[in-house]
């Protein structure tokens, strides 16, 4: 009885392990936002207490691009040009183009100290830039901190266990 206990115990603490973990930051705006020239700002937020980064991404849905527009992400005041999103001379293309930007090693440890994902828009070619953003999904994989809730547990059912021996011991004598 006792070593199936602890078998028990043993394969519970094994299931509380730390796993790996996604986070997504979704911004949907409602209605979608019209991108007429200048720099258009928009902001990803999350958590930097969760966990060390491994990996993160932008995910962007844009439609009506009329020119070549570069997308800019700034972590911690550092705007760096992550992609360009293909538009045509031919104006007026309203379908709906979805971009996935990795945003690479390089920012990841500003990522992490920041907790916040800044990215405009500028067109290429002039200061006119014509898009309607539609939405965007901040993702960052990241292991998590580890918790004392296993060691918790653990030590939890070994008072339990204790008390059990204590009481077999009791009804022996």
């Known amino acids: 009885m006792f070593r199936q206990s602890l078998v028990a115990i043993a394969f519970a603490g094994a299931a509380l392990s730390a796993q790996a973990v996604v986070f997504t930051d979704v911004y949907d705006p409602d209605p979608d936002i019209s991108v007429n020239g200048g720099w258009i700002y928009f902001e990803h937020n999350f958590d930097t207490t969760l966990g060390v980064i491994d990996s993160a991404s932008l995910e962007m849905s844009v439609s009506d691009i009329d020119w070549d527009t570069d997308v800019l992400v700034s972590v911690g005041n550092n705007w ?78 070994l008072g339990l266990a204790g008390l059990g021996l204590a009481r077999r011991r009791k009804y022996q004598a």
Do not use: C, K, R
């Open 80 to 157: 760096e040009t992550v992609g360009v999103l293909d538009g045509t001379t031919w104006a007026w293309d309203t379908s709906t183009y979805t971009y996935d930007f990795d945003l690479g090693t390089s920012m990841l440890q500003e990522l992490a100290s920041t907790g916040s994902l800044q990215f405009a828009f500028q067109e290429s070619f002039s200061s006119i830039t014509t898009a309607v953003y539609e939405a965007s999904t901040l993702t960052v994989n990241y292991t998590p901190n580890s918790v004392p809730e296993p060691a918790s547990l653990a030590l939890f059912g």
